[in-house]
């Protein structure tokens, strides 16, 4: 952005609170505008649609439609604001997604004033902005080796789990021992990048692993 251009915000939170406290500090700054206010992602959605911001400052955590969903919306439409995802969470399931999802920085609200308006004006250059916190773990994600595909013996084991089997009768069906299926979980959870049955079953599915049943006919 040129010298002088105002850069013009729209802020979600669901917190009247923490709206009306960055609204206020933004208004003493030259050089800012904020021109909305929403509670929610969707709300968030339809004034970036109607109002067309430079940047909008993102929680993640809303009721309804969340941060990473509203950005993902925002960036599947095209459009042109920038997201600044403001939040009190740095752990890797809240970073990674919204990354993905299409945010141009991650901040966190215990930021300092003057952090938080550099990276409000860095985010408007289009420039990534990142928390120590944040960048540190992106950088782990980055450099740590990305786990191989599942082994046909895995998907065998996780297509049974998907069924309702139990690891006993798992293991009776594919003639192997219980810790044996215990074994074979513990890579699959590796490899997913997950932590238990149930959330292996789901990550699965979302990569086309395993494909829903389709209803037996009467």
């Known amino acids: 952005m040129s ?9 979600a939170d669901d917190h009247p609170v923490v709206r009306d406290g960055l609204s206020s500090m933004f ?32 929680d993640l955590r809303m009721p309804g439609m969340d941060g990473v969903s509203a950005t993902r919306e925002l960036a599947g439409r095209g459009s042109g604001a920038r997201v600044l995802v403001l939040t009190t969470y740095d752990t890797d399931s809240h970073v990674l997604p919204a990354i993905e999802a299409g945010a ?19 985010t408007a250059r289009g420039e990534a902005v990142l928390a120590p916190s944040a960048a540190a773990l992106l950088m782990t994600r980055v450099r740590a080796p990305t786990p191989g595909p599942l082994s046909q013996r895995e998907l065998e084991v996780l297509q049974l789990v998907a069924a309702g089997a139990t690891n006993r009768e798992a293991a009776a069906k594919l003639f192997i021992t219980e810790a044996t299926i215990k074994s074979h979980l513990l890579n699959i959870y ?29």
């Open 190 to 218: 590796a490899k997913l990048g997950v932590s238990d049955r149930a959330s292996a079953v789901t990550e699965a599915f979302n990569r086309g692993l395993l494909v829903p049943r389709a209803p037996e006919q009467a």
């Open 27 to 58: 208004a003493r700054e030259p050089g800012f505008e904020v021109i909305g206010e929403a509670s929610d992602g969707a709300e968030a959605v339809r004034l970036a649609e109607a109002l067309r911001p430079d940047v909008i400052l993102m």
């Open 104 to 122: 141009t920085g991650y901040l966190l609200k215990d930021a300092p004033r003057d952090e938080l308006l550099r990276a409000v004006r860095a």
């Open 3 to 11: 010298p002088g251009t105002v850069i013009r915000l729209l802020i």
